[in-house]
């Protein structure tokens, strides 16, 4: 049962990096080819929240012990942020399936749904491990971290001399983390009340 837990949480987060990051990238690129200003504004305002995701990946290196409760929040931050805003999704529906772009937008953000509550569901059956991840059941939590531990500390190593250690890694993604809340203090504050769930996208870019 645990070997089949620790599958299902590896393949959970096979699954997220290539939907978290290769699939969108690849929506991001042609929609700026296309010029479709929806789809573009979309994917700016994803990555902009996913960031947080990326962020507890650090905190996860640094050992931190509620990385695991931000990486919670930071999976349910970006399944909303792609079905928030009504000017964007009205705009998609007016699409036919023929458009491909359009078609296959629309497909990673249901797929991204379902994994992210797939995702959900597997973390809260280890609930214990929102308090702290170095506990023995929460390893296979900590094992993507680690392969991108390996790729930072050899760019760190190459930039700098040095070891990406786990003490910096606990700074950088506090200071990381820190500042992302500040921004998103700010959006609920200002952003939020003025525009609602109105993207703007309209007005977005200039071509």
């Given amino acids: ?15 997220s990096a290539i939907f978290i990051l290769g699939i969108p990238l690849s929506i991001f690129i042609w929609s700026i080819k296309k010029k479709n200003k ?8 994803y990555w902009k929240v996913s960031i947080l995701f990326f962020i507890s990946l650090i905190l996860f290196i640094g050992g931190v012990n509620f990385s695991f409760l931000t990486l919670i ?3 349910f931050l970006m399944t909303i942020c792609i079905w928030l ?3 964007i999704n009205r705009e998609l529906k007016g699409y036919k399936l023929t458009n491909a772009l359009v078609t296959l937008t629309k497909a990673w953000r249901w797929a991204l749904t ?3 509550i797939s995702f959900l569901v597997h973390a809260f059956q280890d609930f214990s491990c929102l308090n702290s991840i170095n506990s023995s059941e929460c390893l296979k939590w ?9 790729i930072i500390n050899q760019l760190f190593n190459f930039l700098f001399g040095a070891n990406f250690t786990e003490s910096i890694a606990k700074f950088i ?3 990381a983390l820190l500042i992302y809340m500040l921004g998103l203090f ?3 504050i200002i952003k939020l009340p003025r525009s609602g769930r109105n993207s703007g996208f309209s007005n977005y870019g200039e071509y």
């Fill in 173 to 175: 993604g506090l200071f």
């Fill in 73 to 75: 929040i930071s999976t």
């Fill in 85 to 87: 805003w009504t000017d």
């Fill in 142 to 150: 900590s094992e993507p971290s680690k392969n991108l531990s390996q």
């Fill in 186 to 188: 700010q959006w609920f």
């Fill in 1 to 15: 049962m645990i070997f089949i837990n620790e599958f299902s949480a590896w393949i959970t987060f096979q699954l």
């Fill in 38 to 45: 929806a789809i573009e504004k979309l994917l700016k305002t």
């Fill in 114 to 116: 379902f994994i992210s």
